[in-house]
């Protein structure tokens, strides 16, 4: 079980962690987080447990950990901002995560469209937002970030696409530390996303993407959709040129396609 005067002491933050609450084990920190900020829990609220028996990923898969070896937790944030900017905010914690990572353990992060975080080409962090609207506005988000710290192994598929920070780096972290590093550099960051100012979030998220320019496949829905990557759209979609031209996709999973024929696909 967390200890809350580890997670908590010396945590520089004003608002984000100050109301934590700490299971063992829980169905998924993000139904839990959902339903406390529907109740009015305080933006800056956070769910975390060091074991979930329903995690959730995207596009409904399941995110499982090995229990006591990774961070989960969920962050609920009251930003007022309109419904054509809440697809930018899987960006913002994307960037602020990639910034922790890299200055708790000195290795450099990549970005992947849309909302993963990766070590060497493989996925260290994934993260689920979920959104809920009244008329055009965000009433609130809930954000949930799984990272891969000190797991020693993953099964099946996951092995070629799946690491940790402790398989990257060969050595263990202290799961404390790296909280508190992540949840302050997503409250550094949020100052500007409240005021509806992406930009410093997309000039980190940007310098940290290795797609764009290249040739890639994007799947969607069983769909195989080839293109260049060329930018990300003004509300966060990927803008490809593919062959019936530009086109933007707000969902999906990219691979970089290493030679113009498709014999060969980065994973990751
Ligand atoms: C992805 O598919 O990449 C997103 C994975 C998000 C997993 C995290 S773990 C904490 C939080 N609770 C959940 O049930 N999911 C998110």
Known sequence: MYSRTDLQNGLRTQVFGKNLVI????????????????SGTPEGSIVIAENQTEGRGRLGRRWISEPGTCLLFSLVIRPTLEINKVGLLPFFVAAAVAIAIEKATGMQCECKWPNDVLLNGKKCCGILLESTFQHNLLEYAVIGIGININQASFDGDLEETATSLKLAAHKS??????????????????????????????SEWNSRATIFDKQVELSQSGERIYGRAIALSAD?????????????????????????????????
């Open 173 to 202: 972290f202290d799961r404390y530390e790296i909280f508190r590093s992540i949840v302050e550099s997503l409250e550094h960051l949020y100052g500007d996303i409240k005021a509806g100012d992406f930009k410093k979030t997309l």
């Open 236 to 268: 966060g979609g990927l803008i490809l040129e593919t062959s019936d031209g530009k086109r933007i996709f707000y969902a999906g999973d990219v691979t970089i396609i290493k030679n113009n024929n498709n014999a060969t696909i980065e994973t990751g």
């Open 23 to 38: 299971y063992d084990s829980i169905d998924s920190t993000n139904s839990c987080a959902k339903i406390l900020a529907a």
